[in-house]
Each structure stands twice: as structure tokens, then as C-alpha cells.
């Protein structure tokens, strides 16, 4: 069975960082995408990051230059480091991932077959 956990949410400032891991057991995921998504209270959830086989990334706009998503070599762990954090980041931030290879990763949830339950961030202004 696959699972996908999430942690390092938390309460921070604004301007302050944090670095959310995503840890998978029962596969890896070498070969395919990964990715990050958030939801606010009272709002769908969006895309956030994503990273390819190939290391290719891409981001929402919101957030680039701000975040920057990675992956371990055997793809069972994936990271989000969140700098220069703004209230409007505070949401639950779900980890991703496709459970088969394609040449382009992914921005919407149906891309994805595996999800974690989330970790709240909140960052106070």
C-alpha cells in the first residue's frame, strides 16, 4: 500500500521560511512526477509545485522565485522549501505524486494518483 506523509507545517511569520517534506512508502517514484498543492480555507485547491523525472520544475506564478520544490535521487522523498512567506500561503499543503512516467509533469490534481493528507501552514502577518 502507497502512502504519502507529509510534515514540517507550521505557524510562521511573514517574510520567514519553512521546509515541507513528503516522505512515500510502499514505492518510489524515480520515474515519475511529483508535486505540491495547497488549499485555503473557503477555496479550491491549487497547484503549487511540481518536479518531473528529469528534474524539470515548474511553479504556480505566485509562488516562484519563493519556493523551490526538490526530490532525493530514488524518489521517496520530495521537499518544498518555502522562503519569503506571505499570509496568503497559509493553507493545507498536500505532497503528490503520478503513478506512471510521462515526458511532461502535471499542474492539475488529475494528473496525480497518490495524495498525503496535508499539513497546515499558516503564516501570520
Known amino acids: 500500500q502507497v502512502q504519502l506523509v507529509e510534515s514540517g507545517g507550521g505557524l510562521v511569520q511573514a517574510g520567514g521560511s519553512l521546509r515541507l517534506s513528503c516522505a512515500a512508502s510502499?514505492?518510489?517514484?524515480?520515474?515519475?512526477?511529483m508535486g505540491w498543492f495547497r488549499q485555503a480555507p473557503g477555496k479550491e485547491r491549487e497547484f503549487v509545485a511540481a518536479?518531473?523525472?528529469?528534474?524539470?520544475?515548474d511553479y504556480h506564478n505566485s509562488v516562484k522565485g519563493r519556493f523551490t520544490i526538490s526530490r532525493n535521487y530514488v524518489g521517496s522523498t520530495w521537499y518544498l522549501q518555502m522562503n519569503s512567506l506571505k499570509p496568503e500561503d497559509t493553507a493545507v499543503y498536500y505532497c503528490?505524486?503520478?503513478?506512471?512516467?510521462?515526458?511532461?509533469?502535471?499542474?492539475?490534481?488529475?494528473?496525480?494518483?497518490?495524495w498525503g493528507q496535508g499539513t497546515q501552514v499558516t503564516v501570520s502577518s
Open positions: 503528490a505524486a503520478a503513478a506512471f512516467w510521462s515526458e511532461r509533469m502535471s499542474t492539475s490534481e488529475g494528473g496525480y494518483d497518490y
Open positions: 510502499g514505492r518510489t517514484f524515480s520515474s515519475t512526477a
Open positions: 518536479i518531473n523525472w528529469n528534474g524539470d520544475t
